[in-house]
């Protein structure tokens, strides 16, 4: 997402609202308040920024955070988000900043319930079922339900590693369109190509 803020020379006047909390101690080149900054500043629209951390220690610190008047005032336009983009991370193999971010023992008990990818704070199995819904409401982020109304969800991510997270979030509706490369594509394909094969046996 840095390397699209970074290259976007002109976008049509729109609001941009960020839909996650930051990850923390991460990746500190990537900074999601910055980023929709540059992003508001090319369309000349207006930001709505969030100043909190994605994962907070209980539901009840999270649900508190949401209510501070910056928070949400981003929160209150969840529901009229037209387009998003975010990263999809996979937990098998773990190539995701909010597996990264998490303790042993969280990642544990998540990959235990069947964690195979994640779309914001929504964490979902191979088949795209969500799961962990208390994990979620400990963190600041667009919901799964507000994702599936928006009308068109892009999902970005990259290498091989990242096409069985892909496909997850696009089986449970919460991504309608894919940024990646051809590795991860072909590798798409093939697996819908098989879904349709065993239907049709």
Request: proline share 4%.
């Amino acid at each position: 997402l840095t390397v699209l803020a970074e290259s976007l020379a002109s976008l049509p006047a729109c609001t941009v609202v960020q839909v996650t909390g930051a990850l923390l101690g991460v990746n500190p080149a990537e900074n999601s308040v910055e980023l929709v900054s540059r992003i508001a500043a090319v369309s000349g629209g207006m930001a709505f920024s969030i100043y909190s951390p994605q994962v907070l220690p209980d539901a009840l610190t999270a649900a508190t955070l949401r209510n501070q008047p910056e928070v949400a005032e981003a929160f209150a336009r969840f529901d009229s988000i037209t387009k998003a983009i975010l990263p999809v991370g996979s937990w098998n193999p773990p190539h995701s900043q909010l597996y990264d971010a998490l303790t042993a023992e969280e990642r544990a008990e998540l990959r235990t319930k069947g964690a195979c990818a994640e779309l914001g704070a929504t964490l979902v199995d191979s088949s795209g079922k969500q799961i962990a819904p208390e994990f979620s409401e400990r963190c600041i982020a667009i919901s799964g339900e507000q994702l599936k109304r928006i009308d068109e969800v892009i999902v970005v991510g990259g290498g091989l590693a990242k096409a069985a997270a892909i496909r997850a979030v696009l089986l449970g509706g919460f991504a309608n369109a894919v940024v990646t490369e051809r590795g991860a594509a072909r590798a798409l394909l093939d697996s819908a190509n098989e879904s349709v094969a065993s239907e049709t046996a």
